[in-house]
């Protein structure tokens, strides 16, 4: 694999994470507006809404099966523009049942495409041999914030979903097929002969790898989407019903965690190789954990915006860091089968999280009261100090034999 070859992976798969994360945006800040179009009622939606990431677990489990017989990058060659379309869709129809079926593809989709991406990444980065994943995240959140803007055209224009959606997608979707072209998988020789994959069998002899081994990536990884659907779901309504803000400046801590978190991903590699995977993740807990320390303590909305931007700078480095300290930990005991079959399954994580984050805060909220409710996601982040060590590589920090020569370092 050419140095020219792995550039252009990279870029690629940045703009596959990029296209994702305006997509996503651009569902969700239009939630109000699908729910006027179909009519669905304050009691249904829930169930609208929790459809979506379990369905996403669902497609996540899928794809650990289907990278079995296709390479991780066509399983993201075919599942972006399946999300695409399926968010035209959306945007698309008048019935229940037609919003209820593309919210469902859309589902399936996100999960096979979030996972097979970051299999992707972990397999460049093991290329690379330096920390290259807090880059791809940062992707999404650039995109997340364009396409929160985007929504906010069509909103403040009074834009239908169709019209909105209609340019973005035409725009996107032949963009990410032309950026397909240049994915990059794992060569085959990248396999140190591991064949069973995730509590298989097989492989030079070495033992299957044990669930043990992944637990605390699983941990970590649900607390920190814990941590983030309560900055996603609660901010606003913490800082104006808690903390006595306008309307309008309710809207500040989510628009500054989003900035705060492209910030620390833009950056987190750089940290990751002076300082190490462990020191980064650790130093990302305590300041998750301050941040929610102030935001429960607040005096004031200008103190609370201060907290939740430490969230974002403390959260932004976890997620993808515990990606890659599981692809690694998988791939260095069984090969690359299990450090695929280990992300797909991490993947699932980011859905239990948001899933288990939201109304969590809101039952501890109205039992004891909302700024109690935020030492739960706390004492959750601040577990990753206990498995923070977890996250150093058993060999080497890039993967043992797998390292680069600095001097053909690319991109």
Not at 57 to 74: C, F, N
Not at 276 to 281: Q, W
Not at 293 to 320: D, E, H, Q, R, S
Not at 399 to 404: A, I, L, S
Request: with cysteine; aromatic share 10%; net charge neutral.
């Amino acid at each position: 694999m050419t140095d020219a070859q792995l550039r252009h992976g990279r870029v690629s798969l940045a703009w596959s994470f990029l296209v994702q994360g305006l997509t996503f945006a651009l569902l969700v800040t239009r939630i109000p507006a699908i729910q006027d179009q179909y009519g669905i009622s304050d009691g249904l939606l829930p169930a609208f809404l929790a459809a979506v990431p379990i369905l996403a677990g669902v497609g996540s489990v899928a794809s650990e099966r289907l990278i079995k017989r296709v390479r991780p990058s066509t399983v993201v060659r075919w599942a972006q523009p399946v999300v695409l379309l399926a968010l035209l869709g959306v945007g698309s129809g008048d019935e229940l049942w037609q919003v209820a079926v593309a919210l469902g593809v859309l589902g399936l989709a996100v999960g096979a495409l979030e996972a097979s991406m970051n299999m992707l990444g972990v397999s460049l980065q093991r290329a690379y041999g330096r920390s290259i994943m807090l880059g791809f995240h940062a992707s999404v959140s650039l995109g997340g914030i364009v396409g929160a803007s985007l929504a906010w055209v069509g909103a403040h224009w009074d834009l239908s979903l169709f019209v909105s959606y209609l340019p973005v997608v035409v725009v996107l979707l032949p963009a990410a097929l032309i950026g397909s072209r240049w994915y990059v998988d794992a060569a085959d020789g990248d396999d140190d002969g591991g064949s069973g994959g995730i509590g298989g069998s097989g492989g030079k002899g070495r033992a299957p790898v044990a669930f043990s081994l992944l637990l605390p990536f699983f941990l970590v990884m649900a607390f920190a989407y814990v941590g983030d659907s309560t900055v996603s779901n609660w901010s606003a309504k913490y800082l104006q019903d808690v903390l006595g803000s306008s309307e309008e400046l309710a809207t500040v801590p989510y628009n500054a965690y989003m900035v705060t978190t492209l910030l620390g991903r833009a950056v987190g590699d750089l940290a990751v190789r002076r300082f190490g995977p462990v020191a980064v993740v650790r130093g990302g807990a305590v300041l998750a954990g301050l941040g929610f320390a102030v935001v429960a303590v607040a005096p004031g909305a200008w103190t609370g915006i201060l907290g939740f931007t430490l969230l974002g700078l403390g959260l932004c480095v976890i997620v993808p860091q515990t990606f890659a300290a599981a692809g690694r930990r998988a791939f260095e005991r069984h090969g690359r089968a299990a450090g695929d079959a280990a992300v797909a399954r991490l993947n699932v994580c980011n859905y239990v999280g948001f899933l288990v984050g939201s109304p969590l805060v809101g039952v501890v909220g109205e039992v004891w009261s909302y700024r109690g409710a935020m030492l739960v996601p706390m004492a959750m982040v601040l577990v990753t100090l206990v498995y923070a060590r977890s996250f150093g590589a058993e060999q080497d920090r890039y993967g043992g034999t797998h390292e680069r020569p600095r001097t053909v370092d690319v991109g």
